[in-house]
């Protein structure tokens, strides 16, 4: 959970939606720089919080003394603090911390025995390839009568909502972590005969911050051959496939997908082509793409930020004479407006923050859930060779 500095396999285990969805893109990853902002950071210093709480409680090696509080992170250089001060941030960050522990403590269950918990455990594959690694945050190993349980947890600190699967199709990360914790078990006699997923995003948007999945000793075998199939994909991959795994890959500057997808929108922002006059499954294709846009679009925007801390000579920083208006302390604030008896101007905290600690009677009066979100996937995404022949024949006119 502390995210140490080892090497990063090339089929890492957080990167498998990448590489199952484009296999080449393991290919033209290699020797590319990593590179994360403070948003990144700032979720290893969750990690690092949640873990001090996690091993002090179940009293793992390295564990702080009882009662210890989590030490003082300092936040990461550009990260938006949102009006928090660097102590009240860590204290959000001890709090959430905290409520880890507590959902991997209530996965346990009472009269549970042989319990092991351990964090930042390395697991591996080996039998499909020696590249097939990944650190898991956290494994929990128990006995109910003679019944074993394999509980996979992992700890997401960012706003993105992170859906912990099905079971036909599960979260590609902590299935892999699965599959690789409980080959390891089997080399020490131990076969589970349950397991569960879990998901634990204090800052999940909209919804209640842990997820389970429940699944059973023969989706092993079946989520074992899907990596098989994936890993052997990549040793003969094809085209790169354009999708929202672009994001975070590497090799976006060797992608000629990419480069084609973004030469179409510069070209339809320039005036010289008009996308209404693109053929409907055209526009289905390029819209498969559209997560390169916005990578792009950060990418150039982080190296902007870079000329302007170099002084370029072509771009201007224009600072205004008073920064927005923003309250300093939202508690003492809201301390405040309560003595002021104007229950009419507060706000109820968000609801991640507050669900925990609601009494569970409170909450079909208090807690409602929003109408499903509606998403737009593409299915039978074309190989970038025809989206390129598209565009080429797109800019001939033809």
């Known amino acids: 959970?502390?995210?140490?500095?080892?090497?990063?396999?090339?089929?890492?285990?957080?990167?498998?939606?990448?590489?199952?969805?484009c296999p080449i893109s393991v290919q033209m990853s290699k020797g590319m720089p990593d590179s994360s902002g403070p948003a990144a950071a700032e979720g290893t210093l969750a990690h690092?919080?949640?873990?001090?709480?996690?091993?002090?409680?179940?009293?793992?090696?390295?564990?702080?003394?009882a009662g210890a509080v989590a030490p003082e992170q300092v936040p990461p250089p550009g990260l938006d603090l949102k009006g928090d001060t660097p102590q009240r941030w860590n204290e959000t960050l001890r709090h959430h911390g905290r409520g880890y522990r507590d959902f991997i403590r209530s996965l346990i269950p009472a009269g549970a025995t042989?319990?092991?918990?351990?964090?930042?455990?390395?697991?591996?594959?080996?039998?499909?390839?020696?590249?097939?690694?990944g650190t898991a945050d956290c494994l929990?190993?128990?006995?109910?009568?003679?019944?074993?349980?394999?509980?996979?947890?992992?700890?997401?600190?960012?706003?993105?909502?992170?859906?912990?699967?099905?079971?036909?199709?599960?979260?590609?990360?902590?299935s892999a972590y699965a599959v690789a914790a409980a080959e390891a078990l089997a080399e020490?006699?131990?076969?589970?005969?349950?397991?569960?997923?879990?998901?634990?995003q204090p800052r999940r948007p909209l919804a209640a911050p842990s997820q389970t999945l429940l699944l059973d000793a023969a989706w092993l075998a079946i989520e074992r051959a899907k990596l098989a199939r994936e890993v052997a994909a990549v040793a003969n991959p094809g085209a790169p496939v354009p999708g929202d795994h672009c994001r975070y890959?590497?090799?976006?500057?060797?992608?000629?997908?990419?480069?084609?997808?973004?030469?179409?929108?510069?070209?339809?922002?320039?005036?010289?082509?008009?996308v209404l006059d693109m053929p409907e499954d055209d526009i289905v294709q390029l819209f498969a793409a559209r997560t390169a846009f916005k990578a792009f679009w950060e990418d150039v925007e982080e190296r902007i930020d870079q000329l302007v801390k170099a002084g370029h000579k072509n771009l201007r920083v224009k600072t205004a004479a008073e920064g927005r208006k923003m309250w300093k302390d939202t508690k003492?604030?809201?301390?405040?407006?309560?003595?002021?008896?104007?229950?009419?101007?507060?706000?109820?905290?968000?609801?991640?923050?507050?669900?925990?600690?609601?009494?569970?009677?409170?909450?079909?009066?208090?807690?409602?859930?929003?109408?499903?979100?509606?998403?737009?996937?593409?299915?039978?995404?074309?190989?970038?060779?025809?989206?390129?022949?598209?565009?080429?024949?797109?800019?001939?006119?033809?």
Request: hydrophobic share 45%; with cysteine.
């Open 1 to 21: 959970m502390t995210n140490p500095q080892v090497s990063h396999s090339i089929l890492s285990f957080s990167g498998r939606k990448r590489w199952k969805s």
């Open 48 to 65: 690092t919080v949640a873990e001090h709480y996690v091993k002090q409680h179940f009293t793992l090696p390295g564990a702080p003394a």
């Open 114 to 133: 042989d319990v092991a918990v351990v964090v930042e455990m390395r697991v591996a594959i080996g039998s499909i390839s020696p590249d097939l690694f």
């Open 140 to 174: 929990v190993l128990y006995r109910v009568g003679g019944v074993w349980y394999l509980i996979v947890v992992d700890y997401k600190y960012g706003f993105a909502d992170v859906d912990v699967g099905t079971y036909d199709e599960p979260n590609e990360q902590l």
């Open 188 to 200: 020490k006699g131990v076969r589970p005969d349950k397991l569960a997923l879990a998901v634990y």
């Open 249 to 274: 890959c590497k090799g976006k500057p060797k992608c000629p997908a990419l480069h084609n997808t973004l030469s179409t929108a510069l070209a339809a922002y320039a005036g010289e082509k008009n």
């Open 332 to 398: 003492a604030a809201a301390e405040t407006l309560l003595a002021m008896n104007r229950l009419d101007l507060l706000q109820p905290v968000a609801l991640s923050d507050a669900l925990p600690v609601l009494p569970v009677e409170f909450h079909a009066e208090l807690v409602t859930r929003s109408k499903p979100a509606r998403t737009v996937q593409v299915v039978d995404v074309q190989a970038p060779s025809a989206i390129a022949t598209m565009f080429k024949n797109y800019a001939k006119g033809t």
